[in-house]
C-alpha cells in the first residue's frame, strides 16, 4: 500500500512540474507573439498606397458574385442581369459572355484549368457552362445560343456557393441547408452533407486536403471531410447571426468567417477555437452595425478584407488588430462579394453599382 502511495506521489509530482513548464512556454511565447508585433511594421503605406486601379463596367443588374481564376489576370462576375461575364482584369476587356436561363444568380466559380464556370441561384440548380475558344469577338447570336455543358439539379432551395474540385468535381452549397459534392462529366450526386439546421450561405474548399468549410445561417460554420458520409468534422460557433461568407488562410490552418452581426471571426483550426473577433466599434442601437457580405485574406494572411452592405470595404490587419478603411463611399451601394487573386498582387471588389474593381 505505502509503494501504491508512493507512486502516486510521484505521478503528481511530476504533472506538477510538466504543467509548470508547459506555463512557462505558453508565457514565452505569448512574450514573443507581442514583441514581434510591436516590432513589425505598421499597414499606413499600404493604406496610402492601395487604390482602384481599374473599373470593368459591363453588367447591366447587380453584380452578386465573382471569382478569380488561377492565371492571376482572369475574373468571373455574375449579375442579375442574367450574365456571366469572364474579364481580363489588367486590360479590362470583356473575354466571354454567357447569358443564363435564369437572371437570379447568387453564386458563381471558375475551375482551376479556366475551361468551365458554374453559377446558380433562385432556380436552385448549378449550371456549368464550357468556356468556347473562339474569340471574344463572337457575335451576340452565338452567345445567346450557348447551352449548358451540365445541369446539376438535386437541390431543393437556392444555390448560394459553388467551389470547383478540379475540373471533374465540384462542392456546392444551399438554401436547402446542405452541401453536395458532384461528380460533373456524369452530373451525378457522390456525397450530400447534412448537418446544419438552417440555410448554407456559403463554401470554401481547403486546398491540398479533403476537407471544406460551409457557413450557415445557424450562425455556425463546419468542417467537412468530403470522403466521408458521416462527414461533419469539426464545428465553430462565435456569431449570434446569419453567417454569409467563409475564407481559408494561405497557410489553411485558421480560416476567417463573417456575417449580419458584422463580426468577423479569425478561427484556428488547431484549438478549435476563435483567434480574434474584428467589429466596428461605435455603433448605437439605433444605427446598427452593417452586415458582412465578403471576406478574403491577403496572399501573407496578416490582412483580412471585408465588404459591408453598407458599401464600405475594409482590411483588418490581424497582427496588430487595427482597421483599415479601404473604400467608404456614401453615394455608392451594397459590397456583394470580393477576392484576392492566386499571386496575391491584387484584390477584386464587386457590387450594386454595377462596377468591378481592382485593387492594389
Known sequence: MSDNKAQIHENQVRIEKLEKKV???????DRQFNTVADVSSDVEDF?????????????????YAMDWGNDETTVLSAAQDGALIVWNALTNNKLHMINLISAWVMSCGMSPSGQLT???????????YKLSSDSPQ?????????????????HSGYLSGAVFMGDEKIITSSG??????????????LNTFVGHTSDVMAVSLIPNESTFISGSCDHTCKIWDH?????????????VKDVNTVSVSQNQHSFVSAGDDSKVILHDRRSYGPLQTYSQENMSLE?????VT???FSHSSRLIFAGYDDASCLAWDTLKNKRIDISRDANAVRVSCLGVNTTGNALCTGGWDLALRIWC
Request: aromatic share 6%; hydrophobic share 35%.
Open 176 to 189: 436547402d441547408g446542405t452541401c453536395i459534392l458532384w461528380d460533373v462529366n456524369s452530373s451525378k450526386v
Open 118 to 128: 458554374a453559377s446558380g441561384g433562385l432556380d436552385n440548380t448549378c449550371s456549368i
Open 138 to 154: 463572337a457575335s451576340k447570336k452565338e452567345v445567346k445560343e450557348q447551352q449548358a455543358h451540365r445541369t446539376l439539379t438535386e
Open 227 to 239: 470522403r466521408q458520409f458521416d462527414a461533419n468534422v469539426q464545428t465553430f460557433a462565435g456569431h
Open 294 to 296: 465578403a471576406v478574403a
Open 23 to 29: 506555463t512557462e512556454i505558453q508565457g514565452n511565447l
Open 47 to 63: 493604406k496610402q498606397q492601395f487604390k482602384a486601379r481599374k473599373c470593368m463596367v459591363g453588367h447591366y443588374g447587380k453584380i
Open 287 to 291: 444605427n446598427l452595425p452593417p452586415a
